[in-house]
């Protein structure tokens, strides 16, 4: 499975937790589907990640739902807050950033 080859769940990109100029990060994010909620958690380059991220989504026949920290942990676990997704990653490919974040 290439979620397994992703990245380890739990990744920390910077402990500072700041971003390169120009790209776009999610600290402490996680990546939902909707069959079967949280699948990975840690942090997320956007920028980088998104041919991976496309990969993965091709993977599980299934979008991918970026979500920050709280919209799916503590009490969101066993119900993600998919209507909060920072972005949302396309059978496709395709990376669409939520115009809210």
């Known amino acids: 499975m290439y ?3 992703f990245m380890r769940p739990g990744r920390m ?3 500072s937790k700041s971003a390169p100029k120009g790209h ?3 600290f402490n994010g996680n990546i939902c589907i909707k069959s079967k909620g949280k699948i990975w958690f840690g942090d997320l ?3 980088t990640d998104a041919q991976k991220l496309g990969a993965l989504a091709k993977e599980m026949r299934e979008d ?3 979500l920050r920290e709280h919209d799916a942990r503590f009490s969101n676990e066993a119900n993600p ?3 909060n997704a920072v972005a949302v990653i396309g059978l496709d ?3 669409t950033l939520s115009p809210n974040n």
């Open 13 to 15: 990109i910077s402990g």
């Open 45 to 47: 380059d956007l920028t």
């Open 81 to 83: 807050k998919y209507e």
């Open 24 to 26: 776009v990060f999610v």
């Open 3 to 5: 979620l397994e080859n």
């Open 64 to 66: 991918l739902y970026i």
């Open 93 to 95: 490919g395709t990376l």
